[in-house]
Nanobody, 123 residues
Framework: QVQLVESGGGLVQAGGSLRLSCAAS????????MGWFRQVPGKEREFVAT????????YYANSVKGRFTISRDNANNTVYLQMDSLKPEDTAAYYC????????????????WGQGTQVTVSS
């Protein structure tokens, strides 16, 4: 079992930045790839980014490529999502998740989820 807790969400103006954090209850670097997803009410959960267990491989959704950066600190069991040049369409609840499949973009391949943190981007 892995418990995940996100933090760092909030309200920001368009063009601004936020950094989300995801703290895991135990070591994940050797066993789990980590991902970020987002969801708007009434819509399906959308893949944002994923990072391999070692941190050497990353993959992004086209909608955030060049603006968001995923990273991880395995010594502190924490994953980050740096979000720059935010747009109103980035407004959503953001979820951290853990998967045994490296490079996974489908939410069905993620076994553990955090409770989410809200990001609101005003125009």
């Amino acid at each position: 079992q892995v418990q995940l807790v996100e933090s760092g969400g909030g309200l920001v103006q368009a063009g601004g930045s936020l950094r989300l954090s995801c703290a895991a209850s135990r070591r994940t670097g050797s066993s789990f790839a980590m991902g970020w997803f987002r969801q708007v009410p009434g819509k399906e959960r959308e893949f944002v980014a994923t990072i391999s267990g070692s941190g050497r491989s990353t993959y992004y959704a086209n909608s955030v490529k060049g603006r968001f950066t995923i990273s991880r600190d395995n010594a502190n069991n924490t994953v980050y999502l740096q979000m720059d040049s935010l747009k109103p369409e980035d407004t959503a609840a953001y979820y951290c998740a853990a998967s045994t499949y490296s490079g996974a973009t489908s939410s069905f391949l993620y076994a553990y989820w955090g409770q989410g943190t809200q990001v609101t981007v005003s125009s």
